[in-house]
Structure formats: C-alpha cells, structure tokens
RNA sequence: GUACCCAUAGCUCAGCAGGUUAGAGCAUCAGAUUGUGGUUCUGAGGGCCGUGGGUUCGAACCCCAUUGGGUACCCCA
C-alpha cells in the first residue's frame, strides 16, 4: 500500500522538531518566569464535557471518537437506533461518547472543577499539548495543532492581565520577532452595541467589527446594515471605526461616546487600570487598543489580547482574554480566568521566514567513528565510550560499510567530525580526527581529540 | 457546509493539437577510487501516468464518475 498522512496532519522531521523545540521553550521558560505551572491532559475527553462549549460551529469541528463494540450482535439493536439519532444531527452516546480534545482552555476548567479541593487558588497553569479539529484544512492551518495556552484562574485583578501582556512581550522579543499587542475589552464592544441599539445582536455586531481589517469599511457597513442596524448607530460605528489616535485619545473618546453605557464605562475602567500597571514596566513591543478587536470565543467578558506581526503576511500569532465564568458549567460558579495562547506554528513560519531560528541544519551529534570492522570495530566502540562519558555526542556506524558510504553518512548528518581507528592508531594508542569541513586530519591522543571536538 | 485548482519514478516536475519502447533533475545503488567524504564522470534499478468506466483504429492527454491533495469562503490558531 502507499503511505499517506490524513489530511491537515504532518510529520515533523528531526530539523523541525528541533526547531519547534526551541520556540516551545521560550515560551515555556517565559511562562515560568511569571509563576505559571505545567499541566497535561489527555488527548481525549469525555464527548459532554466538550459539546456546546464551543458554538454550534465548534460542535460540529469537534472530533469525535467511534465507540468501540458496535458489531457486538446483542446490542445491535441499540446501535441501530443510535446511528439513526446520529443522522438525524443528533449526538448519542450509543454511537460516540468520548472526543479528542479541541482546545486547552475547556479541559483545564474540567480540571480545575475536578481537583478545586487540591488546588491553591488562584491557580496559574501553562500547557503546551495539541488539540485537533475536523477543519478543512487550508494555509496554515491544521487538524492537528499546538497551543500554548497560560491561564489564571480564580482571580479578577488586572495585574493578571498586565502580566500577560509581559508574557507576549518577552516571549515574542526572545524570538526577535517584532509585534503589535492589540488590547480591547468586551464590555467596551458591549457598550458600543448598547448606544447603538445592537445589544441584542451582540455575536453578529462583533463578528461583522472584527472583520475591519479584513474587509474595509464598506464591507463591515453593509454586514451590519444586512443584520438590521439603524442609519443613526451606522454612523456612530463608523466614527469609532475611522478614528485613528493614540491609546489615551481612544480612551477619551470611548469615555465620551460612553459616558452613559454602565457596561462601556466598566470596560474603559479596566483597559485604563491595565494600562496603569504597565506604565511601571518597559515592554519592547507596543500595546495597542483596537476596538475592532472582538476574538470569536463568545466566553470573554473582560479584556481581550490579540498579538499581530507586520513583518510576515499571516494571522494573529496569539491571542486571549478573560472570562468571568468559564466553570460554571461544570458547576463551579464565581470563578474568573484569563488567558493567553501562542500560535507555535505561525510562529514557525513566521520564524522560518524571516530567518530568525539560531540553529540551522547542524548536528548534535559531534563525532561520527568510522567502523573497520573485526577488532577494529571493537577498538573503536570503547574509545567512543570516553567521549560519551564527558557528553561530546558521538556516534559509530554500525555496519564495516565502505569508508565512502560512512563518510556520506557524516556529511548528510552534518557531522562536524569523524574518528578513525585503525591498526596504526591502535599501535600507537592514538586516534586520526579528521574535520569535515576543512578536510584538515590531526594524528592526536584521545584526550587530545575531546578536547578538539567537544 | 460552499466554490475553484491539482493528481505522471521515493521527491520536484516535463510530456508539443490524442500517435510507436513515457522523460529530466534530485535521491538511491554500483563503478572510476581494496583506509579518507563533499566536486566530477560512467552505469543501473525504479512508473498498469490516483482508481473505475466511456469516446477512439489508438488515451498520460478528451468526457463522466470516484478517491486523495491543495486553495478561498464560513469559522478559526
């Protein structure tokens, strides 16, 4: 049979693991800076705990996972009926009961509402697994992906949300990546749709705002014209859309146009004390307030982050926010999160683009020993032992192949050194290493040789 | 869920308006070089041209279906 891959799933060869692993560690190094700790979960969850979490959208990208039994003859009659409700749209734990994970956020509040007896609250976790989706899969985009989500939870002080802001920042100017840190706050888009009279459309006004980059203007008056928006509220939307300012006249035009929304007011509050916090630090990337910032997650309240590059043609590279009651629904009310997710592989591309990954195609391994064969091959598998001991990776071919096909070998891994030992190193207890770039080939003793290569 | 594009060697592709044994580069293997690589040269292996049907004297090429891949929209990271 020919080998495939299912679609919008990919291999990562060792090249691109390493690199992935570089940028998985600074974000992991920077979560950590800030008191967040590690947490997995497993691939799958139980298939009610992620139903309706997600929009009907979300439900229908949800993998789910085919029981298994199903051609047991006894409970053929249960499997029929079952597989009927499954064609009828419905979900049935006769056919599926279980789904692989979607997102991080929502198995962490299961597991937040499992152990709330174990936990020291507030509670700050990162977690860095992949989740899947049954997407189409397209451009940079996948239906199995990484997140590297930081949340914090059971606590409602802004200083989580400036932390955050600290977290892209540092984590993102590791990279050398440069990027906008776009802020807005849910309860400002609340009271922008309130003083225009959309409050009961709320979903479809920040759905049509949040496409202004994307399809202008025009695009975004006539979406919201097709959802039944008023001419007089057109317009005021349009006065927020075309302002252009810095963030504090943003600030002082919201606090005008909302100084009777009770909502908006909040929301004004919270990005102002947000923007208090961070006046006390330095961030190397600017913080931005764009109102058209709306995020889809419809479990936001608070405020919500977005992190965008000018420097490489993609989507956002990250983005979250805060929501006020995201384990309500498994029964724990009252407490409030708020998060953060990096893209690992748009920033892999984004990286690979611009160049920015410090390790190229290079080996780890240091000193390929060329295998003679017989006694020879002995000889040179104990002295390989002393370089292992002082941690200089090394390796020897396993097979007496040509030296041509060994020395290949070396080259196509990138091998930066090989060691020969042969009769006449042996006699005289030395080893020949030879520097594959250069060519250059020393006759040295084997401590003299770690020491060359390590 | 909707729309469009693509499918030929392990990989990237070529294949003139349907016409004899379907080609190239890279990769692989062997030799030039029996303990010294990256360059070069020589040679070899490798394909029912995604699958099924149709049109035709004749199909990789045209038509239909099917499967797989890609891209855009919806939505999203």
């Not at 679609?7 to 008191?35: A, C, M, W």
């Not at 409970?75 to 599926?96: M, P, W």
Request: hydrophobic share 40%; aromatic share 10%.
């Amino acid at each position: 049979m020919k080998p495939s891959l299912p679609s919008g799933t990919r291999d990562f060869s060792p090249l691109e693991v390493r690199k992935r692993q570089y940028i998985i560690n600074i974000i992991r190094h920077t979560f950590e800076q800030f008191g967040y700790e590690p947490l997995e979960t497993p691939a799958m969850e139980n298939l009610d705990t992620l139903m309706g979490k997600y929009g009907d959208e979300g439900d229908k990208l949800i993998f789910k996972i085919l029981n298994n039994g199903l051609d047991n003859p006894d409970k053929r009659t249960k499997a029929v009926e079952a597989f009927d409700q499954v064609l009828s749209g419905k979900n049935t734990k006769g056919i599926t009961e279980r789904a692989l994970r979607y997102d991080l956020t929502i198995p962490f509040a299961r597991y937040v509402v499992m152990n709330q007896g174990k936990l020291t609250f507030p509670f700050k976790r990162y977690q860095i697994q992949p989740v899947w989706r049954a997407d189409r899969p397209q451009k940079g985009r996948y239906r199995e992906f990484y997140q590297c989500d930081a949340d914090a939870i059971g606590t409602t002080s802004l200083l989580n949300e400036a932390e955050l802001v600290q977290i892209y920042d540092r984590a993102y100017a590791s990279m050398g990546v440069k990027v906008r840190i776009l802020v807005n706050n849910r309860k400002i888009l609340a009271g922008i749709a309130e003083v225009c009279g959309m409050s009961d459309q709320f979903t479809d006004f920040t759905v049509a705002i949040d496409k202004l980059d994307k399809i202008g203007l025009d695009g975004v008056s006539a979406e919201l014209t097709a959802k039944g928006i008023g001419e007089a509220a057109l317009q005021t939307i349009q006065s927020f859309l075309q302002f252009e300012g810095d963030n504090q006249s943003v600030l002082a035009l919201l606090n005008e146009k909302l100084a009777n929304s009770e909502i908006g007011q909040k929301g004004i509050a919270e990005v102002q004390t947000l923007f208090n916090y961070l006046n006390s630090v330095s961030l190397n990337n600017p913080l931005q307030i764009d109102i058209t910032l709306a995020r889809g997650l419809n479990y936001y309240t608070g405020c919500i982050f977005e992190v965008k590059t000018d420097e490489v043609k993609i989507g956002s590279l990250g983005g979250g926010g805060r929501y006020d009651d995201l384990t309500g629904t498994f029964g724990l009310k009252g407490l409030s999160g708020v998060g953060v997710s990096f893209g690992l592989d748009r920033i892999y591309d984004v990286l690979e683009e611009l160049q920015l990954f410090p390790i190229g195609a290079d080996s780890m391994v240091k000193a390929l020993f060329i295998n003679f064969g017989g006694d020879l091959e002995q000889y040179a598998f104990k002295t390989l032992q002393a370089f292992r001991a002082k941690n200089i990776p090394a390796e020897i071919y396993p097979d007496a192949a040509k030296i041509k096909k060994q020395m290949d070998y070396a080259n196509n891994k990138q091998i930066p050194f090989v060691v020969f030992c042969g009769e006449t190193e042996i006699a005289s207890g030395r080893v020949s290493v030879k520097n594959m770039e250069t060519g250059e080939q020393h006759d040295v003793s084997i401590e003299e040789a770690m020491l060359l290569i390590g």
